[in-house]
Every structure is written in C-alpha cells, then in structure tokens.
C-alpha cells in the first residue's frame, strides 16, 4: 500500500466486504491536504462510497441479490 501511495501520491484503502457492510481495514495517507473520515474498523453501506461500489462490481449476480434482498440501501 505504501508503493502505491509512493507511485501515486493518492490515500489508499483497502476494503473488505462483510454482507451488507464494508470495512476499512486499513489506509496509507496520500500527499494530499484533503483527507477523508473513513477510518481503520469503520463500516459502511455495501453500497455507500467508491470502494463499497468497486467490490461489488465483482460481486457475483447471486451476492447482490442477497445483498438486495437483505440490507436496507440507506444514504
């Protein structure tokens, strides 16, 4: 993750999905002085926020049907 920040000089994440919730479990600060609130351990909405939105892009048909049918899409 630290390479990546170095390539790119951009925050990294790394994400996990649980069920109905993403999870950052960690994060590498960019070169930036915009920071965002997605801290390590803090979830969010499967379907809240870019990496939320990138792990279910490779989510199988039957995962997000699940997911449809289980979680309250809530802003």
Do not use: N
Request: net charge neutral; charged share 25%; hydrophobic share 45%.
């Amino acid at each position: 993750m630290r390479e990546v920040r170095a390539a790119t000089g951009e925050l990294v994440l790394l994400t996990w999905r649980w069920g109905g919730t993403v999870v950052c479990v960690e994060r590498v600060e960019g070169a930036d002085l915009i920071r965002i609130s997605y801290d390590r351990g803090q979830t969010h909405g499967a379907h809240a926020g870019a990496s939320a939105k990138i792990l279910l892009a490779f989510a199988t048909a039957d995962e997000i049907d699940v997911l449809l049918r289980s979680a309250p899409l809530t802003r």
